[in-house]
C-alpha cells in the first residue's frame, strides 16, 4: 500500500505582517474597511504567494514572525491574522474558518514565513 502525500506549502516573505490593530478602520457610512497600510501590505505580499498551490480542507498553519523587526512590546498573536487571510485570498487555502491549528513564534526571517499542510485527525 502506497502512502497518502499530502502537499505541505512554504511562503517566505520579507514583507513584516501588519498588526491586526492596523488592518482595519472605522469609516462614517462604510463601517469596518481595511486600511491602505493593509492593502499596501496585502498586495506586496500576495506576489509572494503566486504558484504555491493550494489545499481543500481543514488545514494547520506554522508561522514564523521575524523578531528583528518587530518592535519590543509587540504582541505576537497581533500577527496571524493578517497572514492567514492573505493565503484565502490567493486561494492557498479555502476559508480561515477551515484552520484547525495555529503555531507561531518568533524566528529568523526577513518579514515572515509561513507552512501550511492538511489537518489530519490526530489518532
Known amino acids: 500500500m502506497t502512502p497518502t502525500v499530502h502537499p505541505v506549502i512554504t511562503i517566505t ?4 505582517p501588519i498588526s491586526v490593530n492596523a488592518l482595519f478602520a472605522n469609516v462614517a457610512g462604510r463601517g469596518r474597511v481595511r486600511t491602505k497600510r493593509y492593502n499596501e501590505w496585502a498586495q506586496a505580499a500576495g506576489w509572494d504567494c503566486l504558484g504555491k498551490g493550494s489545499i481543500t480542507g481543514p488545514f494547520q498553519a506554522s508561522i514564523i514572525i521575524s523578531r528583528k523587526r518587530a518592535r519590543a512590546n509587540a504582541d505576537l498573536d497581533n500577527f496571524p491574522k ?4 492573505l493565503m484565502v485570498k490567493h486561494g492557498i487555502v479555502e476559508d480561515d474558518h477551515l484552520l484547525q491549528r495555529l503555531t507561531i513564534e518568533y524566528g529568523d526571517c526577513t518579514g515572515f ?10 489518532l
Open 82 to 85: 493578517g497572514i492567514i487571510d
Open 13 to 16: 516573505s520579507e514583507h513584516f
Open 113 to 122: 514565513c509561513i507552512e501550511l499542510r492538511p489537518y489530519l485527525m490526530p
